[in-house]
Protein backbone atom coordinates (compact mmCIF):
# COMPACT_ATOMS: atom_id res chain seq x y z
CA UNK A 1 0.00 0.00 0.00
CA UNK A 2 1.00 3.78 -0.62
CA UNK A 3 1.60 5.73 2.32
CA UNK A 4 4.39 9.06 3.03
CA UNK A 5 5.45 9.72 6.51
CA UNK A 6 6.92 13.22 7.12
CA UNK A 7 9.21 14.10 9.59
CA UNK A 8 8.28 16.56 12.11
CA UNK A 9 5.14 18.75 12.54
CA UNK A 10 6.77 21.99 13.26
CA UNK A 11 9.97 23.47 11.28
CA UNK A 12 11.31 26.58 12.58
CA UNK A 13 13.96 28.65 10.26
CA UNK A 14 15.30 32.10 10.35
CA UNK A 15 14.91 34.22 6.96
CA UNK A 16 17.59 33.42 4.61
CA UNK A 17 18.20 29.78 6.43
CA UNK A 18 18.24 26.64 4.60
CA UNK A 19 14.79 24.97 4.46
CA UNK A 20 14.77 21.14 4.56
CA UNK A 21 11.57 19.30 5.18
CA UNK A 22 11.57 15.80 5.10
CA UNK A 23 9.28 13.61 3.40
CA UNK A 24 9.54 9.29 3.41
CA UNK A 25 7.17 7.05 1.15
CA UNK A 26 6.29 3.16 1.09
CA UNK A 27 5.15 2.26 -2.61
CA UNK A 28 4.54 -1.13 -4.21
CA UNK A 29 5.21 0.71 -7.47
CA UNK A 30 6.84 2.87 -8.88
CA UNK A 31 5.95 6.38 -7.09
CA UNK A 32 4.36 9.56 -7.97
CA UNK A 33 5.49 11.63 -5.14
CA UNK A 34 4.11 15.49 -4.79
CA UNK A 35 4.87 18.74 -2.59
CA UNK A 36 1.50 20.70 -2.11
CA UNK A 37 1.58 24.12 0.12
CA UNK A 38 -1.34 25.55 1.80
CA UNK A 39 -1.66 28.51 2.76
CA UNK A 40 -3.90 30.25 5.96
CA UNK A 41 -7.52 30.03 5.21
CA UNK A 42 -6.30 28.65 1.45
CA UNK A 43 -6.95 25.49 -0.89
CA UNK A 44 -3.63 23.45 -1.31
CA UNK A 45 -1.29 24.59 -4.12
CA UNK A 46 1.10 22.26 -6.16
CA UNK A 47 4.93 22.83 -5.68
CA UNK A 48 6.32 20.24 -7.69
CA UNK A 49 6.06 16.57 -8.56
CA UNK A 50 8.50 13.70 -9.40
CA UNK A 51 6.97 11.27 -12.01
CA UNK A 52 9.66 9.00 -13.05
CA UNK A 53 11.89 11.48 -14.99
CA UNK A 54 15.00 13.38 -13.41
CA UNK A 55 14.84 12.63 -9.93
CA UNK A 56 15.87 16.49 -8.63
CA UNK A 57 12.94 17.91 -9.23
CA UNK A 58 11.97 22.01 -9.00
CA UNK A 59 8.93 23.68 -8.40
CA UNK A 60 7.53 27.24 -7.93
CA UNK A 61 8.97 29.84 -5.36
CA UNK A 62 12.67 28.63 -5.43
CA UNK A 63 11.67 24.91 -3.76
CA UNK A 64 13.21 21.57 -5.39
CA UNK A 65 13.08 18.14 -4.20
CA UNK A 66 15.43 15.33 -4.79
CA UNK A 67 14.11 11.48 -5.03
CA UNK A 68 15.92 9.46 -3.53
CA UNK A 69 15.14 5.70 -4.07
CA UNK A 70 17.44 4.02 -2.10
CA UNK A 71 16.13 5.61 0.61
CA UNK A 72 12.84 5.64 -0.05
CA UNK A 73 13.00 9.74 0.17
CA UNK A 74 11.43 13.05 -1.16
CA UNK A 75 12.82 15.68 1.06
CA UNK A 76 11.79 19.59 0.18
CA UNK A 77 14.35 22.06 -0.12
CA UNK A 78 14.84 25.50 -0.65
CA UNK A 79 18.38 27.57 -0.06
CA UNK A 80 17.13 30.42 1.91
CA UNK A 81 13.39 30.80 3.44
CA UNK A 82 11.34 34.05 2.91
CA UNK A 83 8.76 35.01 5.62
CA UNK A 84 5.92 34.47 3.17
CA UNK A 85 6.82 30.55 2.86
CA UNK A 86 5.51 30.30 6.63
CA UNK A 87 2.86 28.05 5.68
CA UNK A 88 1.65 23.79 6.23
CA UNK A 89 3.23 21.69 3.50
CA UNK A 90 1.96 18.62 2.38
CA UNK A 91 4.18 15.33 0.96
CA UNK A 92 1.35 12.80 -1.37
CA UNK A 93 1.81 9.82 -2.89
CA UNK A 94 -0.50 8.42 -5.80
CA UNK A 95 -2.58 5.62 -5.07
CA UNK A 96 -1.75 2.15 -6.48
CA UNK A 97 -4.94 2.67 -8.78
CA UNK A 98 -3.18 6.19 -10.21
CA UNK A 99 -6.48 7.67 -9.31
CA UNK A 100 -5.90 10.01 -6.52
CA UNK A 101 -3.34 11.28 -3.78
CA UNK A 102 -2.48 9.83 -0.43
CA UNK A 103 -1.35 12.65 1.81
CA UNK A 104 1.00 12.78 4.65
CA UNK A 105 0.10 14.57 8.09
CA UNK A 106 1.50 17.84 6.82
CA UNK A 107 4.93 20.26 8.14
CA UNK A 108 4.20 22.86 9.96
CA UNK A 109 7.06 25.98 8.43
CA UNK A 110 7.19 29.29 10.26
CA UNK A 111 9.69 31.68 9.32
CA UNK A 112 11.22 34.34 12.16
CA UNK A 113 12.81 37.68 11.09
CA UNK B 1 -9.41 30.79 -15.44
CA UNK B 2 -11.82 30.48 -12.81
CA UNK B 3 -10.43 27.80 -9.91
CA UNK B 4 -12.28 25.17 -7.78
CA UNK B 5 -15.64 26.93 -6.08
CA UNK B 6 -16.80 25.88 -2.46
CA UNK B 7 -19.93 26.63 -0.49
CA UNK B 8 -20.11 27.11 2.51
CA UNK B 9 -16.90 28.01 3.68
CA UNK B 10 -17.71 28.00 7.34
CA UNK B 11 -20.48 26.05 9.04
CA UNK B 12 -21.16 25.54 12.49
CA UNK B 13 -23.90 22.72 13.52
CA UNK B 14 -25.20 20.47 16.62
CA UNK B 15 -24.47 17.39 16.88
CA UNK B 16 -26.85 14.91 14.77
CA UNK B 17 -28.01 17.80 12.39
CA UNK B 18 -27.15 17.82 8.94
CA UNK B 19 -25.15 19.91 6.66
CA UNK B 20 -24.23 20.03 2.60
CA UNK B 21 -22.00 21.12 0.95
CA UNK B 22 -21.25 22.53 -3.03
CA UNK B 23 -18.28 22.05 -5.27
CA UNK B 24 -17.89 23.44 -8.44
CA UNK B 25 -14.79 22.03 -10.28
CA UNK B 26 -13.40 23.76 -12.92
CA UNK B 27 -14.69 23.74 -15.95
CA UNK B 28 -13.77 20.72 -18.02
CA UNK B 29 -12.35 18.75 -15.37
CA UNK B 30 -13.66 15.30 -15.44
CA UNK B 31 -12.36 13.65 -12.18
CA UNK B 32 -13.65 15.48 -8.74
CA UNK B 33 -12.75 14.42 -5.39
CA UNK B 34 -13.61 15.09 -1.74
CA UNK B 35 -11.27 14.72 0.92
CA UNK B 36 -11.83 15.37 4.38
CA UNK B 37 -8.80 16.96 6.63
CA UNK B 38 -8.96 17.00 10.38
CA UNK B 39 -7.42 19.60 12.21
CA UNK B 40 -3.61 18.07 12.39
CA UNK B 41 -3.63 15.80 9.78
CA UNK B 42 -3.34 15.43 5.96
CA UNK B 43 -6.37 15.47 3.45
CA UNK B 44 -8.02 11.63 3.78
CA UNK B 45 -9.85 10.94 0.64
CA UNK B 46 -13.55 10.49 0.89
CA UNK B 47 -14.76 10.05 -2.50
CA UNK B 48 -13.87 10.38 -5.96
CA UNK B 49 -16.01 10.83 -9.32
CA UNK B 50 -14.97 10.74 -12.71
CA UNK B 51 -17.68 12.44 -14.87
CA UNK B 52 -20.70 11.33 -12.83
CA UNK B 53 -19.59 7.93 -11.98
CA UNK B 54 -17.97 6.93 -8.34
CA UNK B 55 -14.65 5.44 -8.88
CA UNK B 56 -13.56 4.89 -5.18
CA UNK B 57 -15.83 5.57 -2.45
CA UNK B 58 -14.26 2.69 -0.07
CA UNK B 59 -12.91 5.24 2.76
CA UNK B 60 -16.59 7.01 2.88
CA UNK B 61 -19.00 6.67 6.05
CA UNK B 62 -21.69 5.62 4.69
CA UNK B 63 -23.95 5.50 7.15
CA UNK B 64 -23.73 8.72 7.54
CA UNK B 65 -22.17 10.76 4.59
CA UNK B 66 -23.50 10.96 0.80
CA UNK B 67 -22.36 12.57 -2.61
CA UNK B 68 -23.45 12.84 -5.57
CA UNK B 69 -22.55 14.72 -8.80
CA UNK B 70 -25.45 15.15 -11.33
CA UNK B 71 -24.78 15.88 -14.84
CA UNK B 72 -20.75 14.66 -14.18
CA UNK B 73 -20.09 18.94 -13.09
CA UNK B 74 -21.31 20.08 -9.61
CA UNK B 75 -20.90 17.95 -6.28
CA UNK B 76 -22.92 17.75 -3.44
CA UNK B 77 -21.36 16.08 0.28
CA UNK B 78 -23.78 15.62 2.86
CA UNK B 79 -23.61 14.41 6.15
CA UNK B 80 -26.54 13.26 8.03
CA UNK B 81 -26.81 13.29 11.17
CA UNK B 82 -23.54 14.88 11.68
CA UNK B 83 -21.22 13.76 14.93
CA UNK B 84 -18.24 15.42 17.10
CA UNK B 85 -15.89 13.70 15.19
CA UNK B 86 -17.08 14.94 11.73
CA UNK B 87 -15.26 18.31 12.75
CA UNK B 88 -12.88 19.12 9.76
CA UNK B 89 -12.23 21.34 6.48
CA UNK B 90 -13.82 19.79 3.54
CA UNK B 91 -11.54 20.11 0.46
CA UNK B 92 -12.78 19.24 -2.82
CA UNK B 93 -10.77 18.95 -6.07
CA UNK B 94 -10.56 18.48 -9.44
CA UNK B 95 -8.11 17.07 -12.34
CA UNK B 96 -8.43 16.26 -15.68
CA UNK B 97 -8.84 13.15 -16.26
CA UNK B 98 -8.92 10.19 -13.92
CA UNK B 99 -6.46 8.23 -14.72
CA UNK B 100 -3.42 10.80 -15.19
CA UNK B 101 0.35 11.45 -16.03
CA UNK B 102 0.51 14.96 -14.52
CA UNK B 103 -1.20 14.07 -11.30
CA UNK B 104 -2.02 17.82 -10.33
CA UNK B 105 -5.02 18.14 -8.40
CA UNK B 106 -6.53 21.71 -8.04
CA UNK B 107 -8.11 22.35 -4.62
CA UNK B 108 -10.87 24.97 -3.67
CA UNK B 109 -10.38 26.90 -0.22
CA UNK B 110 -12.43 24.31 1.68
CA UNK B 111 -15.11 23.93 3.89
CA UNK B 112 -14.90 24.32 7.69
CA UNK B 113 -17.42 22.34 9.98
CA UNK B 114 -17.73 22.63 13.44
CA UNK B 115 -20.27 19.94 14.84
CA UNK B 116 -20.99 21.44 18.75
Known amino acids: AQSVTQLGSHVSVSEGALVLLRCNYSSSVPPYLFWYVQYPNQGLQLLLK??????LVKGINGFEAEFKKSETSFHLTKPSAHMSDAAEYFC???????????FGKGTTLSVSS | EAGVAQSPRYKIIEKRQSVAFWCNPISGHATLYWYQQILGQGPKLLIQ????????DSQLPKDRFSAERLKGVDSTLKIQPAKLEDSAVYLC??????????????FGEGSRLTVL
Open chain 1, 92 to 102: AVRNQAGTALI
Open chain 1, 50 to 55: YTSAAT
Open chain 2, 49 to 56: FQNNGVVD
Open chain 2, 93 to 106: ASSLEGQWDTGELF
